[in-house]
């Protein structure tokens, strides 16, 4: 494919991955996430409480439940939880990994991340990159 048309379908995919963050009921942050694989969607996912549990993502002081899932996190739960993989699929996400995401997104096997804005911590982006996933950050993802 060439940069071009995969320049458009990266745009493409985080827009989409920005309205799924939509559904996210979390106040501080609204994180979506779709997983790609020969060009398919294969997973989407949003920050959240698991299923179950009140859709309420802060405490009384307005810090985040322990329990609450990032997007990605609940992207690579769907796969395995379907007859999909993610092994050499694109990530796409809104905000870039935290650590812990970052192994999860290594192990499912993803070797694409493709992310709008970076995280607090960019730990889990430098951990991937060492570990020779694909980085991609696209800021604006409007077609220029």
């Not at 320049?7 to 991955?17: E, G, Q, S």
């Not at 799924?20 to 779709?34: N, P, T």
């Amino acid at each position: 494919m060439s940069d071009s048309k995969q320049l458009r379908y990266d745009r493409a995919y985080l827009r989409m991955a920005k309205s799924w963050s939509r559904l996210s009921h979390c106040k501080r942050k609204q994180v979506g996430a779709l997983i790609v694989k020969d060009d398919m969607i294969i997973s989407d996912g949003y920050n959240g409480s698991p299923s179950g549990f009140d859709n309420c993502c802060e405490d009384d002081n307005g810090e985040t439940l322990w329990y609450v899932l990032h997007a990605e996190a609940n992207a690579i739960l769907k796969v395995a939880k379907s007859t999909n993989n993610a092994k050499g699929a694109t990530l796409y996400l809104t905000l870039s990994p935290c650590k812990d995401c970052a192994k999860l997104i290594l192990q499912a096997g993803i070797k694409r991340l493709v992310f709008m804005n970076l995280y607090k911590d960019n730990e889990g982006v430098g951990f991937l990159r060492s570990a020779g996933i694909e980085i991609v950050q696209i800021e604006n993802i409007e077609n220029e």
